[in-house]
């Protein structure tokens, strides 16, 4: 099985920019879809990224996703940061009906 | 209204049991694979199995492998998860979800049920 490493946290101003990376340790990232799943403190996760770049009904077009092979890593981009964006990001692929979850990144808006 | 809801946590000892239920509604659950995902405390997203839409394809993480079982009964719109030879690092909020492979755009989370398994 594969790994899926993130940086375990970010910070950034609100209105600001912020790229959450998400880096497979084998196997080509386009090979499986790649999904990124919000988590606010306290509540359940929810699915705002899934097949790569397609974003789940509801979720602001300030948020955006994609795939690169040269890295083989799949990146969460979310630009004009609102406070309501602190959360923790998880990105997620799967290898026949296995999921392989990333470790999460912390996001801090401040 | 669509929604999943879990239920069946609570305490339990190391090597106990204990039986998780996910109740959906307002859709056709019968259609949908279903999963559960666990997040333990201080911990990230693990998902622990899931189960294809008449039952008869199961999966389940490594950890897990011959304690936990997954099964449903698309009549009642369940799902359940029976968790025998509990450990203490089974403790956890478990998570619900309308999610094969991976969450698309129809997946769907429940609010979650509380797990302690203590020594």
């Known amino acids: 099985n594969f790994m899926l490493t993130q940086p375990h946290s970010v910070s950034e101003s609100p209105g600001k920019t912020v790229t959450i990376s998400c880096t497979r340790s084998?196997?080509?990232?386009?090979?499986?879809?790649v999904q990124w799943y919000q988590q606010r403190p306290g509540s359940s996760p929810t699915t705002v990224i899934y097949?790569?770049?397609?974003?789940f009904s509801g979720v602001p077009l300030r948020f955006s996703a994609s795939i690169d092979s040269s890295s083989n890593s799949a990146s969460l981009t979310i630009s004009g940061l609102k406070t309501e964006d602190e959360a923790d990001y998880y990105c997620?692929?799967?290898?026949?009906?296995?999921?392989?979850f990333g470790g999460g990144t912390k996001l801090t808006v401040l | 209204e669509v929604q999943l809801m879990e239920s069946g946590g609570g305490l339990v000892q190391s090597g106990g049991s204990l039986r998780l239920s996910c109740a959906g509604s307002g859709f056709t659950f019968s259609a949908y694979w279903m999963s559960w995902v666990r997040r333990a405390p201080g911990k990230g997203l693990e998902w622990v199995a899931n189960?294809?839409?008449?039952?008869?394809?199961?999966t389940y993480v490594d950890s897990v492998k011959g304690r936990f079982t997954i099964s449903r009964d698309n009549a009642k719109n369940s799902v359940y998860l029976q968790m025998d030879s509990l450990r203490v690092e089974d403790t956890a909020i478990y998570y619900c979800a309308r999610c094969g492979k991976y969450c698309g755009g129809d997946s769907l989370w429940g609010q979650g049920t509380l797990v302690t398994v203590s020594s």
């Open positions: 189960i294809q839409r008449d039952g008869s394809e199961k």
């Open positions: 097949e790569n770049n397609q974003r």
């Open positions: 997620q692929s799967y290898t026949g009906n296995n999921w392989v």
């Open positions: 084998s196997g080509g990232i386009a090979s499986n879809f």
